[in-house]
Nanobody
Framework: VQLQASGGGLVQVGDSLRLSCRAS????????MGWFRQAPGKEREFVAA????????YYGGSVKGRFTISRDNAKRMVYLQMNNLEPEDTAVYYC???????????????????WGQGTKVTVSS
């Protein structure tokens, strides 16, 4: 499984950005997909996830209401729309795939077996 994240960049406070993640497996629809982020000197943090079967979503508290995760199974893509960005959103963002077919959305990084290379987002004030 290969995951390729893109879309990061340097933006201003209040701007929007959309991250994309392209997944390789033809069985993409069977993977729960998540976004995590890691800021310098901090631990990896759960951002958002979308369930593999029912497309339900779940968000970390710091991004809820500002970020939206979505997936397009036909294109094998998962997206993270980030609105009203804040300096605290500055981090490397990683997409990840969970093949556990869990009935619930997983939010722990250890539940995700496959990881992309990360895309850097910098929010300047």
């Amino acid at each position: 499984v290969q995951l390729q994240a893109s879309g990061g960049g340097l933006v201003q406070v209040g701007d929007s950005l959309r991250l994309s993640c392209r997944a390789s497996p033809l069985t993409f629809a069977q993977y729960g997909m998540g976004w995590f982020r890691q800021a310098p000197g901090k631990e990896r943090e759960f951002v958002a996830a979308v369930h593999w079967m029912n497309n339900s979503t779940y968000y970390g508290g710091s991004v809820k209401g500002r970020f939206t995760i979505s997936r397009d199974n036909a294109k094998r893509m998962v997206y993270l729309q980030m609105n009203n960005l804040e300096p605290e959103d500055t981090a490397v963002y990683y997409c990840a795939a969970d093949r556990s077919a869990s009935r619930s959305i997983n939010t722990r990084s250890e539940d995700y077996r496959y990881w992309g290379q990360g895309t850097k987002v910098t929010v300047s004030s």
